[in-house]
Every structure is written in structure tokens, then in C-alpha cells.
């Protein structure tokens, strides 16, 4: 059985097409994504913390030199990459404090439309940053786990 829309249902879907395209739609919806990733990157980095903590090898001076600045290594860019992730989560999510938004309907549309690509961007690079953050300390962990102590 094929669906054959009706002329109201067509007219009813252009509708709701042209107010989806519509910058203040596009500004909510990149907004809500950001505040989503600033979710989940809060609780991924403290999930990530909490097992290093406890799988981790408690005492890294038994590592010998060259894996013990790796962990070290892997730790440091890890966390950093995380922070600045959620620190881009943040700001995509919530703007800069202080941000001026001008009411003249020209410069608010183009307003709406600069900031839902900006959120776009910081969203895209808080993902990879993540991403990279969550590999170094898997990393990190992992290392622990096969070098032997000395």
C-alpha cells in the first residue's frame, strides 16, 4: 500500500519545512544539541575519572620511566581535551556572558543565523575533542594494565 499524501497534509508539511528553516528554529535546535553534548560531557569525563581511579594502578612510581610519563602524558591531554570540550559544550550551549544581541530585526536574523552556525562548529569540536580525551585516557588505563611494575 503507497501513501498518497492529501493537499492539506502537503500543505500542512511546507508549513512546517519553511518555520524548521527558519533561523530562530535553527538557533533553538543547535542550542538544544549543545546543551545535550554539555550534558554528556560532564558525566563522560567524571565516568572517565572515576575509573581510572579504581582500575587503574594505584601507585604509578612502580611504572618503569618510559610508561610512567606516557600514563602521565595520556592523562594530562586527556583531561585537557575533556575540559576544553566542555568548556566549547558551555559556550555553545549558553553564549559569552555579556553577549549583546541587537533587536533590529535585520541583525537579529542575522544574528540567529551566525550563532546556529557557531554552535554547530563548537559542537562539532567539543565531539572530536571528546573523542580524543576519552581515547588518551583509555590509553592511559590501558598501559597501566599490560606494563608490569617494577
Same mark, same amino acid.
Given at each position: 500500500? @503507497?501513501?498518497?499524501?492529501?493537499?492539506? &497534509? $502537503?500543505?500542512?508539511?511546507?508549513?512546517?519545512?519553511?518555520? @524548521?528553516?527558519?533561523?530562530?528554529?535553527? /538557533?533553538?535546535?543547535?542550542? &538544544? &544539541?549543545?546543551?545535550?553534548?554539555?550534558?554528556?560531557?560532564?558525566?563522560?569525563?567524571?565516568?572517565?575519572?572515576?575509573?581510572? *581511579?579504581?582500575?587503574?594502578?594505584?601507585?604509578?612510581?612502580?611504572? #618503569?620511566?618510559?610508561?610512567? =610519563?606516557?600514563?602521565?602524558?595520556?592523562?594530562?591531554? !586527556?583531561?585537557? #581535551?575533556?575540559? *576544553? #570540550?566542555?568548556?566549547? !559544550?558551555? $559556550?555553545? %550551549?549558553?553564549?559569552?556572558?555579556?553577549?549583546?544581541?541587537?533587536?533590529? #530585526?535585520?541583525? /537579529?536574523?542575522?544574528?540567529?543565523?551566525?550563532?546556529?552556525?557557531? $554552535?554547530?562548529? /563548537?559542537?562539532?569540536?567539543?565531539?572530536?575533542?571528546?573523542? %580524543?580525551? *576519552?581515547?588518551?585516557?583509555?590509553?592511559?588505563? $590501558? *598501559? @597501566? =594494565?599490560?606494563?608490569?611494575? @617494577?
Amino acid at each position: 500500500m @503507497t501513501f498518497t499524501p492529501t493537499p492539506q &497534509q $502537503i500543505r500542512d508539511a511546507d508549513r512546517r519545512g519553511r518555520e @524548521t528553516a527558519s533561523p530562530e528554529r535553527q /538557533l533553538q535546535a543547535a542550542t &538544544q &544539541q549543545a546543551e545535550g553534548y554539555r550534558n554528556f560531557l560532564a558525566s563522560l569525563t567524571g565516568l572517565l575519572t572515576a575509573v581510572f *581511579v579504581l582500575k587503574g594502578q594505584e601507585d604509578l612510581s612502580k611504572l #618503569a620511566d618510559t610508561p610512567r =610519563w606516557w600514563v602521565i602524558g595520556l592523562l594530562i591531554t !586527556g583531561f585537557l #581535551a575533556l575540559v *576544553v #570540550a566542555s568548556w566549547l !559544550g558551555v $559556550i555553545a %550551549a549558553h553564549g559569552r556572558p555579556g553577549e549583546e544581541i541587537l533587536l533590529e #530585526a535585520g541583525r /537579529l536574523l542575522r544574528y540567529e543565523k551566525e550563532r546556529a552556525r557557531t $554552535i554547530w562548529l /563548537l559542537v562539532e569540536c567539543a565531539r572530536w575533542l571528546a573523542l %580524543a580525551g *576519552v581515547l588518551c585516557v583509555a590509553a592511559a588505563v $590501558i *598501559v @597501566t =594494565w599490560v606494563t608490569p611494575g @617494577t
